[in-house]
């Protein structure tokens, strides 16, 4: 597909959906790029944008993806009208969805269980939170405590096969909303609750933990529960 000036900074732009408004975002998008790897030197020196389709949930002006190690779908809702918030919304997905092409976690590395994707959705919401300032609220595992055990436990037995089955349904209602349950974001909150008590637990740095194997994690993280 040809584009007209698809190059902007560290960005090759390979697909719009409404160029006209997002454009107003490529500043934020290459700037927050750059913070990012003053962070995480490996992250790529340039990257392919594809701007995609997408459906947002209330007051959520942005989301995106990870599909490999050197490309990222941003979407933007066109119909928020705060544009300005809507911009400060840039730096935390580009900050979690970097971690991901970093921590090789996109949908070019293949299918990963249950439990490895709570890991790496825990790993890169955690580092967002404490490089990008953000708070996302669909990770607040602390309100959550009288079940995150049992969805812990039900995680662990989901299969890669199963997790990323062909239907889309599974994951998606770990992600997102279980129409079942009536339960939200599940797996980022059980993620996000193991990383917390991992980095406490052994002084650690989230960057320390980028590339790390979920195995290596989930050992320290069995090793905690054993000793409480």
Sequence with gaps: MSIEKPNIGTIEVIGWKNREVEELFLDEINNSLKSLRTILPSFPKSIKVHFGEGTFSDGVGVTGCANTHDEMTV???????????????????????????VDKFTYADGKFSGIEAA??????????????????HYANWQDEQEKIQGWYETLKNITADQYFEESGETWQKWAFWDDETHEASKVYKVGTWIID?????????????????PQQILKWFKEIRCAE
């Design 197 to 213: 008590q991992v980095l406490e637990a052994r002084s650690l740095d989230i960057v320390e933990l980028c590339g790390m194997p």
């Design 119 to 136: 890991i790496a959705e825990g790993k890169a919401v955690v580092f967002e939170m404490r490089y990008a300032n953000s708070t996302p």
């Design 75 to 101: 979407r933007i809702n066109e119909d928020f009208a705060d544009k300005a918030s809507q911009k400060l919304e840039i730096k935390p997905l580009v900050f979690h969805e970097g971690y991901h092409m």
